[in-house]
């Protein structure tokens, strides 16, 4: 006597649709759990860096050292506010590689062929440019801004810099030069997948230039010597990444053949 196969229950939506909650919800656990490491590691990162919160702000405030400019606070709290803004701020900067490398680990199942080889590049590249831009801007670009606003107050109104709003502002510039330089990254992207050609980018090599500097005047302060050291290093990084773009292209090409 033969048994009967045994049969397996499948959920349906009411119009007969087949549920697929059993395909999405590991994938959503699996999203869930990264995250709760990914801010595990944040708090950690800015627990520690509040710690150390003393050093780290004499360290940021070096680029005034050259100028002699003291600052201060002006309520009780701010000091401490602008303590717990920077250690966030660092716990963001600590935590930012591990977390694009969560995000690889979990899109990579997904990937196929040579995006695993650009998301293992990007893996590493978005995270070292964006550090890179922001010492750059901590070491060339902050002396020249704060230069500026120090000139421009060189009157007979007396100058008071709150520590917190010099801290905001030095976060808003390194940020921003942070962010410019994951341009260069994401054009190469578009290159290697064919969204654009390296040939159409270096045709409208003008324009980018113009949004360059355009770029460079809108977030450094309205001064020659502010906008050229910004700009110059992005328009640099641009003509970089057209070649790199242009050999990869080249080297494709010929694979193909």
């Known amino acids: 006597m033969t048994q009967a196969p045994k049969t397996t229950a499948v959920r349906t939506s009411k119009n007969g649709a087949e549920d697929d909650d059993g395909v999405w919800l590991p994938h959503i ?64 900067l600590f935590t930012l590689p591990f977390f694009c490398l969560e995000a690889a680990l979990f899109l990579w199942p997904g990937l196929r062929g040579r995006e695993h ?9 978005a995270p070292a440019l964006f550090i890179l831009g922001a010492c750059l801007c901590y070491r060339l670009l902050a002396p020249l801004v704060f230069g500026f606003f120090l000139f421009f107050g060189a009157d007979e109104i007396t100058q008071l810099w709150g520590f917190r709003e010099y801290l905001s502002l030095l976060f808003d510039i390194m940020l921003a030069a942070g962010l410019l330089l994951q341009a260069p990254l994401i054009l190469l992207a578009l290159m290697l997948t064919g969204v654009v050609t390296p040939s159409g980018v270096a045709r409208r090599r003008a324009y980018i230039i113009l949004g360059i ?39 494709a090409k010929k694979r193909v053949e």
């Not at 080889?117 to 590249?125: D, E, G, K, Q, R």
């Not at 700009?231 to 003509?239: D, I, Q, R, W």
Request: hydrophobic share 60%; proline share 4%.
């Open 29 to 92: 656990e699996e999203l869930r759990r990264r995250i709760i490491v990914v801010l595990i590691v944040f708090l950690a990162a800015t627990v520690g860096a509040f710690t150390f919160s003393s050093d780290i702000a004499n360290f940021l405030t070096e680029p005034l050292a050259a100028f002699g400019v003291r600052l201060y606070t002006f309520a009780p709290a701010e000091k401490f506010m602008a303590y717990l803004h920077l250690s966030v701020w660092t716990g963001v």
């Open 213 to 251: 500097f355009t770029l460079a005047a809108i977030l450094t302060p309205p001064d020659v010597i502010s906008q050229v050291a910004l700009g110059v290093p992005l328009y640099l990084l641009f003509e970089a990444t057209l070649v790199v773009g242009g050999l990869l292209a080249n080297g």
């Open 117 to 125: 080889a650009f998301a293992a590049a990007a893996l590493f590249i």
